[in-house]
């Protein structure tokens, strides 16, 4: 199983499924990351946290933590 914390710096990957409960996948999908998005990885910090990513043209930072909830293809 591939998570968006496993894609490497300058990959779009498309999103297959989210994974979490309650207010932790709600955030997520409130971001726009939904099931077929396509996220683009622009950067990631040293120590892998946090991340930089594009979605839907909108640039955001995502947590390692929520990053390995979003499993790509």
Same mark, same amino acid.
């Given at each position: 199983?591939?998570?968006? %914390? *496993?894609?490497? !710096?300058? %990959? &779009? $990957?498309? $999103? #297959? %499924?989210?994974?979490?409960? +309650?207010?932790? %996948?709600?955030?997520?999908? *409130?971001? +726009?990351? &939904?099931? +077929? !998005?396509?996220?683009? !990885?622009?950067? $990631?910090?040293?120590? +892998?946290?946090?991340? @930089? !990513? &594009? $979605?839907?043209?909108? @640039? /955001? &930072? /995502?947590? #390692?933590? *929520?990053? @390995?909830?979003? @499993?790509?293809?």
């Amino acid at each position: 199983m591939a998570t968006l %914390k *496993d894609a490497a !710096v300058g %990959k &779009t $990957v498309k $999103v #297959k %499924k989210l994974s979490g409960e +309650g207010a932790i %996948k709600r955030r997520i999908m *409130d971001m +726009g990351i &939904t099931k +077929g !998005v396509e996220i683009f !990885v622009r950067k $990631v910090a040293p120590l +892998g946290d946090p991340m @930089e !990513v &594009t $979605v839907r043209g909108y @640039e /955001l &930072t /995502l947590r #390692k933590a *929520d990053a @390995e909830m979003i @499993e790509t293809e």
